[in-house]
């Protein structure tokens, strides 16, 4: 994708509860999970193998999660409390509680931190967002391609694939990370979104399939 077309829209995500879209570039995107690669291996001293669990709603910050486990072979759950880091929204830190590793993602549709967008963390925990930034958007270790992990799949080859959400790590292959794989861009909506307005966005971004 970064040799073919660095710039067009790869990932799309909409929020119908807050009327946020944001658009990932296929630049944009491997940014992102270099820097989520760079602070597991350094901020959190995972290697490959290590796992993390990622309870957070749908939004474009699980998804560079994903990506940057995916850069360095970390493996993902998305409700194993043992796991190595936890990856978890404010309301839900309670159920980590004493955890060593909990890193707060706040909803805030530009990736804000808690504390900058006037919250208040919890002792204990890491405020994802500003952490985040703060490691290189360049990856030198050597990583898998999508193609190579995503071997299978029965999504048309440059298809914009429109998607209301991943509930598991399955779904979210299919959504996401296979359309990516064969060249095209996923559009997922969250929030609520009747057939109508899924329509509409459907025939404003061009999608070409459907999950």
Known sequence: MLALDPASPRLTVYNESTGARLDFSAITLDNWASKVGNMLLEELDLEEGSLITIDLPVSWQAAMIMLGALAT?????????????????????????????????????FGRGVVEGGGELPNGAI???????????????????????????????????LATGWSDIESFN??????????????????????????????????????
């Not at 861009?185 to 109508?196: F, M, Q, R």
């Open 127 to 161: 405020d994802f967002g500003p952490t985040v930034r703060f490691y290189g958007d360049q990856f030198f270790q050597p990583t898998r391609t999508l193609p190579e992990i995503i071997q299978h799949s029965d999504v048309p080859v440059g298809a914009r694939v």
């Open 73 to 109: 072979s970390v493996e993902v759950s998305f409700d194993d409390p043992e796991a190595d880091a936890i990856f978890t929204s404010l309301d839900r830190f309670s159920h980590y509680k004493g955890h060593s590793d909990v890193l707060i993602v706040s909803e805030d549709p």
């Open 174 to 211: 299919h959504q996401v990370l296979e359309p990516l794989a064969v060249g095209g861009s996923a559009v997922i909506v969250t929030g609520l979104a009747d057939i109508e307005r899924l329509n509409q966005i459907a025939t404003n971004e061009k999608t070409t399939h459907r999950i």
